[in-house]
Nanobody, 115 residues
Framework: QVQLVESGGGLVQPEGSLRLSCAASGSGLTMYTMGWYRQAPGKERELVAR???????NYADFVKGRFAISRDNAKNVVYLQMNRLKVEDTAVYYC?????????WGKGTLVTVSS
């Protein structure tokens, strides 16, 4: 069974950077599409970025040009590099692994953008 553990969240000032990591364990991970989602207080969870096993990526419009998702299949780690952070990026960020019918979530890591 796939398990996901996020790390790298914290407090950062506006225009700062953070890199989130998602350590995955389990079998067949290279076949999974990996994604980062976020949920701000009082809002629904939303897609931030995802990457297929082959390395194809897509991003939410609100992070294009600022965030970058990548994966290291040898280490079973997925990264989210977040640059030029905004106050509105404050949220709990969740890692997701998806390969139908499996849909696995981590517990999340909190990112707070504040001066």
């Amino acid at each position: 069974q796939v398990q996901l553990v996020e790390s790298g969240g914290g407090l950062v000032q506006p225009e700062g950077s953070l890199r989130l990591s998602c350590a995955a364990s389990g079998s067949g991970l290279t076949m999974y599409t990996m994604g980062w989602y976020r949920q701000a207080p009082g809002k629904e969870r939303e897609l931030v970025a995802r990457i297929t096993g082959g390395g194809s990526t897509n991003y939410a419009d609100f992070v294009k040009g600022r965030f970058a998702i990548s994966r290291d299949n040898a280490k079973n780690v997925v990264y989210l590099q977040m640059n030029r952070l905004k106050v509105e990026d404050t949220a709990v960020y969740y890692c997701n692994a998806r390969l139908s019918p499996f849909d696995v979530w981590g517990k999340g890591t909190l990112v707070t953008v504040s001066s």
